[in-house]
Each structure stands twice: as structure tokens, then as C-alpha cells.
């Protein structure tokens, strides 16, 4: 602990703290042990005295008292001012690099940290997970406040599948619920005193120091609430049990918004500090219907002729969609912006574009968000937990879409070039198979009315799904044919209410006749 390593002093210990006790002891009576009381609490006078421990390599050597030979003294004098390096470990753990786009369902980003190899920072982990002095910070854009009683933004959970130290929960009015378990078994928890700012970046620090802190500062602005708890027990924190979950998991929803850059400072604790970070932002009206039609119009003009020489003029009516609340405008002006297709290159811009869209659920920004996470182009960076998530909640909203078709949705259909007896039954609208098909099934013929309510139920063949007409086709060949596959098919688009009004008895009735026949 006191000297430098050195030829005959092999292992010089890393020492944390040292305390220096000394006291005066009076002598012993005979009926008690003298170790007993010679012992430090029982002193006459006591003094202790905190020494600043020495790094090993910043000691003295020991005076020797022995000698080497010439050739080990030469060896010795060729590497006693090398000193041993070991791989670089980070002690700030950036659990999130990026921007992530929540919707508020169940997905989010996992993460897991692993025990430091180098033995004096693992030692220095272990000692600190029953009296933890870390910081987490985060950066926060809320669209809206929790719909639900709890929404996850933060936390922790163990090896059991139950919340660890430490879990942050958003409750319906915007409060933060910060939990943590004690050393004792019991967990503990309280709430913030202001409620989390909406469609404003916020940055919320939470620390650990003999007791929690929580401070939250919004962006641009010169007021940060700040929230103070003691334990009435030690916390106990130990960060390579479990995992971390940002935002939704399978146990609780998400956040509707934006979670930004979130560190963890494994050992340190850091204090609330402005940094550069802003996104712009903008108000959301939801007049979806007005949008959709300025998108129209848009591609309306760009598709006409010398359409694509007024595309920088037209990029107006694609954000204006956009902010009407129609969400593939928002993603094809991504697009153009980080292309720069007649317009100028704006990435910056085409990346708040995509994060907004993907945040309200659109299917072709939340997929491209995980591709460019997975494979790291355009410069975002590469990050699988991060582009899992996104995978996760397309294939699920894929899994949703199949099961409600629309007009603007498409059947994905394997078909082989080679084969031409299938390729000869793709069709469209106003092509001779289709149009002879209805004809067919309005004369009552029940393979034409199965086909061609397939059609368009699903959008099969090159049509358009149309789920009001393929439930007239269903309807005509249950009632009038009485043919039981049709009369499945109309039972469950009664159950489902798809093209029709939901009627569950009748949809009840016409399942059972088709399972009697």
C-alpha cells in the first residue's frame, strides 16, 4: 500500500480509501479480555484521520536490502518506466446515441452492460452497488402525456422479470414515479414535483448519492425543477443484472414522443449542464383528411408533364400534408431531402422529417429507421438494439395491417416470371377478366362471386382492396346461393365490420349455418 512495484515487490495493491485510527486505552480489569478492551470503541481518546491514498505507479520504491545480479539489475532498469496499459473501458454507458422515435405502444430499446475488466474498476463497481453514486441523464420530447395510468420511460429490470433499481414511470398528468429496491428487500418510490414539459425538449438528470435527486430542466428556458428523496435504507443498484428499457417493453407502454441522447455515468456523478441538442419542432393539427388531399394534389403535379422541373416549387404542399397530419407526406419529403432530388440536401432536416412520421406509426419511415440502423447508411449510426425495436413494431403493424385491408394497401403476392398460366390471371379494374368475373357474379355464378369478392376483400390479382363491394359479393352469395364459403366469409366480415356495419349475432348465425352444411 505504500511503495511502488518493484523487482521483489511483485503485487502492489490498488488502495480506495484509507482511514487512520489511533486511541489510548486504560489498562484491563482482570474480568474482562484484554483484546475486548484494547478494542477502539473503548479508548479514553480516539482520533481518526481519512489518508489520501497514493495510485500504485505514483509511489515511492522500497529502500532495498537486497542487491541483484548485473544481468537482472540490467533487465529491471530496461522496464521499470513501462508501465502496463489495459484496454480502454468506458465509464459513461450511452445506452442511447441517437433519437428515438416512441409511438407509444410496447417497443422499445433493450440494453445490457457487462462487469468491467480491468479488477480495480470491477472492485470499485462491486463496493458501490449497496451505496450506488451515478448519474442517469436523458433527453426527453413529449408529444402528449401518458393516456394510460403508467407509461414507461425508464428502467430497470432484474434477472426475475421485476423492476430493478432504478425504474422511471410517467403516470397520466405528466409526473415522473422513480422507484428503486433496497438493500433490505423493500423497494421504494416517489414522485416529481412538476409535471414534464409537452412538445418541448427537456433533459432529465436522475442521481444517486446517499439519496436521489431528479432534476429537470427544459430546453431554452432558465427555470429546472428539482426533486429530492432520502431512503430510509441503503439503494442497492447493480447495473449488469437484467437490462434496461427505454421507453415500451412487453410489460408496459411507451412513450408518445422523442427520447434523445441517455447516458449513464457508472461512477460519477454529473450535474445539470446545457448541451447542444434541438430539434425542431411544430405544431400537429389533425386534419388528416385536408392533407391527404394536398398530398394528392402534389403528386398530381409532379406527375404531369414537366412535372418533376416544379418539384422544389411543390415541396410546400408535401410539408403542409405533412403537417395536417398525413404521414406518407412526411416520409416522401424526407425522402427528397436526404436525396436532394430536385430540391436542395437537407439531411438534417429529411432525419426530423422521418423521426416525426415514424413516431405517429408510419410504416415506411419505422421500416427505414431500422434498415438505416441496421445497416448504418447515411450516416446514422449503427445500433441493432436500436434498429430491433423499429423492426419490431413494423413486422407487428404489418401483422395488424393484413388482418384490415384498405384501398391504399396491397396484396404482396410470389409469383414466378416463368409461370404465365398465373401471371395471365393478374388483372385490374377495367381489364376483360375481371370485368367477365363480375359479370359472372352478378348472374349468380359462386365461383365468380368467391373470386372476385377475394379480389377485392384482399386486393388480390392487380386490384385495388375494396372491402364495400367485396361485403356485397359476400352478402349476395350467402343470402341467395346459400354457398357455405360464402357464408364464412360474410360471417366474419360481419364479426369484423369490415365493409359493413358490425352485427356479431348475425355474424354468429351465418358461421354456424356454414359449419351445419
Known amino acids: 500500500m505504500v511503495y511502488r512495484e518493484d523487482f521483489f515487490l511483485r503485487n502492489s ?27 477502539y470503541s473503548r479508548g479514553l481518546v480516539r482520533r481518526n484521520h481519512n489518508v489520501e491514498p497514493v495510485p500504485p505507479y505514483s509511489r515511492p520504491y522500497k529502500p ?38 416512441s409511438t407509444g405502444e410496447d417497443f422499445g430499446v433493450l440494453r445490457t452492460l457487462e462487469p468491467y475488466k480491468n479488477p480495480v474498476l470491477e472492485r470499485q463497481r462491486k463496493a458501490s452497488i449497496i451505496s ?22 425508464f428502467y430497470h429490470v432484474g434477472t426475475d422479470g421485476d423492476y430493478a433499481s432504478p425504474s ?22 416517489f414522485q416529481s414535483y412538476v409535471a414534464l414539459p409537452l412538445r418541448q425538449w427537456c433533459q432529465i438528470h436522475l442521481t444517486f448519492d446517499s439519496h436521489l435527486s431528479l432534476h429537470s430542466d427544459e430546453e431554452n428556458s432558465p427555470y429546472f425543477s428539482l426533486s429530492i428523496c ?11 443484472v437484467g437490462y434496461f428499457s427505454l421507453t415500451g417493453s412487453q410489460f408496459v407502454s411507451g412513450i408518445n414522443g422523442f427520447l434523445g441522447p441517455t447516458a449513464y455515468h457508472r461512477n460519477k456523478i454529473t450535474f445539470t449542464e446545457k448541451v447542444v441538442f434541438i430539434l425542431p419542432g411544430g405544431r400537429y393539427l389533425n386534419m388528416k383528411r385536408i392533407g391527404r388531399a394536398l ?18 416549387g411543390s415541396i410546400i404542399l408535401l410539408l403542409q400534408a405533412g403537417c395536417l397530419g398525413y404521414d406518407p407526406a412526411l416520409y416522401l419529403a424526407s425522402v427528397l431531402f436526404q436525396t436532394g432530388f430536385g430540391i436542395k440536401m437537407d439531411p438534417s432536416k429529411a432525419l426530423m422529417l422521418k423521426l416525426v412520421a415514424a413516431q405517429r406509426d408510419e410504416r415506411l419511415s419505422v421500416m427505414s429507421l431500422g434498415h438505416k440502423h441496421h445497416m448504418g447508411g447515411d450516416g446514422y449510426p449503427v445500433d441493432y438494439d436500436l434498429s430491433y425495436a423499429y423492426y419490431a413494431n413494423i413486422a407487428f403493424q404489418s401483422t395488424e395491417d393484413r388482418l384490415q385491408p384498405n384501398r391504399d394497401q396491397s396484396y404482396v403476392e410470389n409469383i414466378r416470371l416463368i409461370d404465365e398460366e398465373v401471371l395471365k390471371l393478374q388483372t385490374k379494374e377495367d381489364d376483360d377478366l375481371f370485368m367477365w368475373l363480375r359479370h359472372q357474379a352478378k ?15 384482399w386486393g388480390q390479382q392487380g386490384i385495388s382492396s375494396n372491402p364495400e363491394a367485396a361485403a356485397r359479393f359476400y352478402e349476395k352469395g350467402a343470402v ?13 366480415v360481419l364479426l369484423r365490420g369490415h365493409g359493413v356495419k358490425q352485427d356479431i349475432p348475425k355474424a354468429l348465425e351465418y358461421l354456424q349455418k356454414a359449419a351445419d352444411m
Open 13 to 39: 495493491i490498488f488502495v480506495h480509501d484509507v482511514v487512520l485510527r489511533a486511541w489510548i486505552s486504560d489498562y484491563a480489569p482482570h474480568y474482562i479480555r484484554k483484546a475486548d478492551w484494547l478494542s
Open 64 to 101: 532495498p536490502r537486497r542487491s541483484l545480479r548485473w544481468d537482472q539489475q540490467l533487465i529491471w532498469n530496461l522496464r521499470k518506466d513501462q508501465l502496463p496499459q489495459c484496454p480502454a473501458e468506458p465509464e459513461i454507458a450511452h445506452l442511447m446515441e441517437f433519437v428515438y422515435a
Open 132 to 153: 450506488p453514486r451515478c448519474t442517469f441523464s436523458m433527453w426527453l420530447y413529449l408529444m402528449w402525456h401518458c393516456p394510460i395510468q403508467t407509461c414507461g420511460l
Open 168 to 189: 422511471m414511470l410517467m403516470n397520466k398528468q405528466g409526473f415522473l414515479h422513480v422507484q428503486v429496491a433496497l438493500v433490505s428487500g423493500r423497494t421504494y418510490a
Open 230 to 240: 432520502r431512503f430510509p435504507d441503503s439503494v442497492l443498484l447493480d447495473d449488469t
Open 295 to 312: 398530398y394528392y394534389i402534389y403528386l398530381r403535379n409532379i406527375l404531369s408533364p414537366n412535372g418533376l422541373a416544379r418539384i422544389k
Open 443 to 457: 348472374q349468380g355464378v359462386v365461383s365468380a362471386q368467391q373470386s372476385v369478392s377475394r379480389m377485392l376483400y
Open 480 to 492: 341467395q346461393q346459400k354457398d357455405p364459403v360464402l357464408m364464412y366469409d360474410y360471417g366474419v
